[in-house]
């Protein structure tokens, strides 16, 4: 026996008592799977305990009934909007409240980051320009003395380094 013909035997019991081979096979299914033993068992006790209870009658027109309710239920829904305050108003705001307020959050956040990302960019240009303010960009007046020796120095011909390399060896 597998699972399925175990569970068409277990709906059985719901419904009417288990014949002898329908009880066989469960004592043998539970041998079998000792695990699930526990629960098979439990299933039996509660179909056996509802055996005596009698079946739950419904009134003559319970599905005339049931289905005026369903139908009256889609008639409410498919109605077409009005433009009154008791009738679609409500309605929308319901629906597109949310939406509206989730994207005036997202603007929010980005509208944030850009901010924190530009002022973040404005500290940076000012901490540069301080930087470079703070630098002392005028020229040493001794080297400004030394000027025409440089000078003279960066026009004297290569020769005149290599002779001067020979002297100081």
Do not use: C
């Amino acid at each position: 026996m597998n699972e399925t013909e175990l569970n068409e035997i277990l709906d059985a019991a719901w419904r009417r008592p288990l014949t002898e081979a329908e009880q066989a096979a469960l004592a043998d299914w539970a041998r079998r799977h000792p695990a699930q033993r526990a629960e098979m068992e439990a299933v039996l006790a509660v179909s056996r305990g509802l055996e005596g209870l009698p079946a739950p009658t419904a009134s003559s027109n319970f599905m005339s009934r049931v289905w005026r309710e369903v139908e009256a239920g889609e008639r409410i829904e498919s109605r077409p909007g009005q433009a009154s305050a008791s009738g679609a108003g409500p309605r929308l705001w319901r629906l597109w409240l949310p939406r509206f307020a989730t994207g005036l959050v997202a603007v929010a956040i980005a509208g944030g980051s850009w901010w924190r990302y530009e002022a973040g960019r404005r500290a940076l240009i000012v901490r540069g320009i301080t930087a470079a303010a703070n630098v002392d960009d005028s020229p040493d007046l001794a080297m400004l003395r030394e000027f025409e020796a440089i000078k003279i120095l960066g026009e004297a011909p290569a020769s005149v380094d290599v002779e001067l390399l020979a002297a100081l060896q």
